[in-house]
């Protein structure tokens, strides 16, 4: 069974995001995680990198496949989760949680107006 939260917003390519004051924390959400299977790398562009809203960040690689992961906003990656690129299988058990992936100083904070809610979300992916 897919869980959402209902404190994140969501992209089309099955991203989350939530504002932690100036900040945008971000990883990959459970209907992800759990049709990727188990994950068993991930690649992230290091701190201080600039990324782009709807564009790739790093990759995720699971057994049978490899996905990118994109950036929900546009801003400077500001810290990487360790602990996700040292056991990548945190995303399959705590995706919302110990499982994010990437914290972002956002650009313009208003892109998130472009991502879903969690109701939204789970109509689209229906």
């Known amino acids: 069974m897919i869980t959402f939260n209902e404190n994140v917003l969501y992209t089309k390519s099955n991203e989350w995001a939530e504002k932690i004051n100036d900040i945008i924390?971000?990883?990959?959400?459970?209907?992800?995680?759990?049709?990727?299977?188990?994950?068993?790398?991930?690649?992230?562009?290091?701190?201080?990198?600039?990324?782009?809203?709807?564009?790739?960040?790093?990759?995720?690689e699971a057994t049978k496949s490899v996905s990118d992961i994109n950036a929900p906003v546009s801003g400077v990656i500001s810290r990487v989760n360790a602990e996700v690129i040292k056991s990548p299988s945190i995303i399959n058990i705590d995706p919302f949680g110990e499982g994010w992936i990437a914290e972002i100083v956002p650009d313009d904070i208003s892109e998130l107006n472009g991502l879903m809610n969690s109701s939204d979300y789970k109509s689209f992916i229906a």
């Open 25 to 60: 924390r971000m990883g990959i959400d459970d209907y992800s995680q759990s049709s990727l299977g188990d994950i068993v790398h991930v690649e992230i562009a290091g701190s201080g990198t600039h990324v782009t809203a709807g564009k790739s960040l790093g990759s995720i």
